[in-house]
T-cell receptor
Framework: GAGVSQSPSNKVTEKGKDVELRCDPI?????LYWYRQRLGQGLEFLIY????????KSGLPSDRFSAERTGESVSTLTIQRTQQEDSAVYLC?????????????FGPGTRLTVT | GQQVMQIPQYQHVQEGEDFTTYCNSS?????IQWYKQRPGGHPVFLIQ?????EVKKQKRLTFQFGEAKKNSSLHITATQTTDVGTYFC??????????????FGQGTILTVHP
């Protein structure tokens, strides 16, 4: 079946502009995660949606970052007033959810470049 | 807060040599997961270990979960160039109600010289 998809695959934007990144999770996966990965670095957790529960926003680096999810489907990550340090690959993952941690399925990522 | 540390950060080996990466958590984990990320790719799930002392094998890869469920290792026998990539361990977050949230280690970058 279809995996996690993300769009756009690449985004180049000018400093100060807003960007919106999209993630389509695997159907039936109630948990959705956003991570940031800078070049050559590990995965930095940003936000976690679990079913209808309040999202865990503990990883968002500043109030310029926000994310929404419509039900158990599409999610968008918005970065306002982009800065050069926001340049990174933004990865989305989805999984089943419950009282234990299930394996996460990652999308191909959106490579964001802020000039 | 919970931390998951991996060592080494980098490992360069000749093809045919063995490779091991170690993962240590500051808290007891209910399970440990391992992911592989090829250069330019995204992380792909490899395996999950749940039981104390558990050992699982996937062809040339051997995964272990420590008796105290705070550490884990991945060992690759006779590396091949296809093993190149970054190997991440990840453990479930130990606090709050964020069930399912994983804390990832920083990863071990493996390069294999032919």
């Amino acid at each position: 079946g279809a995996g996690v998809s993300q769009s756009p695959s690449n985004k180049v934007t000018e400093k100060g502009k807003d960007v919106e990144l999209r993630c389509d999770p695997i159907s039936g996966h109630t948990a959705l995660y956003w991570y940031r990965q800078r070049l050559g670095q590990g995965l930095e957790f940003l936000i976690y949606f679990q079913g209808n529960s309040a999202p865990d926003k503990s990883g968002l680096p500043s109030d310029r970052f926000s994310a929404e999810r419509t039900g158990e489907s599409v999610s968008t990550l918005t970065i306002q007033r982009t800065q050069q340090e926001d340049s990174a690959v933004y990865l989305c993952a989805s999984s089943f959810s419950g009282t234990k941690a299930y394996e996460q399925y990652f999308g191909p990522g959106t490579r964001l470049t802020v000039t | 807060g919970q931390q998951v540390m991996q060592i080494p950060q980098y490992q360069h080996v000749q093809e045919g040599e063995d490779f091991t990466t170690y993962c240590n958590s500051s808290t007891t984990l209910s399970n440990i997961q391992w992911y592989k990320q090829r250069p330019g790719g995204h992380p792909v799930f490899l395996i999950q270990l749940v039981k104390s002392g558990e050992v699982k094998k996937q062809k040339r890869l051997t995964f272990q979960f420590g008796e105290a469920k705070k550490n884990s290792s991945l060992h690759i026998t006779a590396t091949q160039t296809t093993d190149v990539g970054t190997y991440f361990c990840a453990g479930p977050y130990a606090g709050g109600t964020s069930y399912g949230k994983l804390t990832f280690g920083q990863g071990t970058i493996l390069t294999v010289h032919p």
